[in-house]
């Protein structure tokens, strides 16, 4: 078996890309998220304001896995860092080295960009995972706990930068 | 009182910010994790590759908070999102709506940049702030767990690369 080799994803991956994607939303239990297509996959990640980049793994030119990242910023450090939106290697594929090549891959990206960090997240059932993470030097940030505004709810706190000017003054305003 | 009014930072704002940071760090208990400088904070905030952008908060023309944001990716919805790495209005400011209008602010350009999602984390004990996200519509993403490698850890996962290439050629590596 040829060592798994880490490359930078092209356009033409879109579909492979969006097969990867909705396997992972499946084993994630999270398929009913899944908004995204070939066609936005190819906007966002290959277009000229592209902020988050690819990787494909590949074995004897197969892709047996992904990984997907940009950059976050820690303000303590002073520095920016890499944050792993997503990894997946299909079940067939696993045992091969793929996840552990794309982690390291992205750990020298972190490293050659003077990165501070490299995190990511994991649903807290996903004890393989866990252990594979832990096993490569990775440790929980437990006491930081993650809030989201989305849908209708981030249009109306967006909405509120007129309302609130407008109308009342910002008076019964607490923090 | 005026109303907050929320600008750009700019690079002659680096000395604020870093006052800001301080202030933020030891009202996080975490004051000894800071290493940036103003110097760090003009390179990584306001040089050509910046990836992370700071927002103002100022009431009569006076410095009353902070923001720090960067833009993240969710494969799910095949879009951008914000995410907010720091947001601080230093005690003797709070009250007059500083820390609302950054959220408001941060949401708008969400919005205006066809963000699926505006995210951030908080401290587990912070329940002043935890209430305050909630009464804006934020909710908590509690089964997700962010994991970390960095410093000694970070350099030694990137070492991999080259050495399992050559010497293990990945034969025993499980995932």
């Known amino acids: 078996m040829t060592t798994p080799a880490v490359r ?15 396997e992972l939303a499946v084993y994630e239990k999270l398929a009913h998220e899944v908004e995204t297509s ?3 996959i190819e906007a966002t990640l290959f277009g000229p304001d592209a902020k988050a980049f690819c990787l494909i793994c590949e ?3 197969e892709a047996v896995g992904f990984a997907i990242y940009f950059y976050n ?8 860092g890499i944050y792993l939106e997503d990894l997946y290697v299909p079940p067939e594929h696993r045992g091969k080295g793929a996840g552990k090549a794309l982690l390291i891959h992205i750990a020298s990206i ?7 960090r490299f995190e990511w997240s994991v649903l807290d059932w996903n004890t393989p995972s866990i252990e594979f993470y ?11 706990h993650m809030y989201r505004v989305d849908g209708e709810a981030l ?13 009342k003054g910002y008076k019964d305003i607490r923090i």
Do not use: V
Request: charged residues 35%; proline residues 2%.
């Open 155 to 167: 249009q109306k706190l967006a909405d509120k930068e007129y309302k609130d000017k407008r109308i």
């Open 8 to 22: 930078e994803a092209r356009p033409e991956d879109s579909a492979s890309i969006l097969h990867f994607i909705n």
């Open 134 to 144: 832990k096993a490569l030097g990775a440790r929980e940030m437990s006491d930081w």
């Open 38 to 40: 070939e066609a936005m």
């Open 110 to 116: 972190a490293i050659q960009n003077n990165c501070g």
């Open 73 to 80: 910023y820690s303000t303590w450090l002073g520095k920016y």
């Open 59 to 61: 074995i004897d030119d």
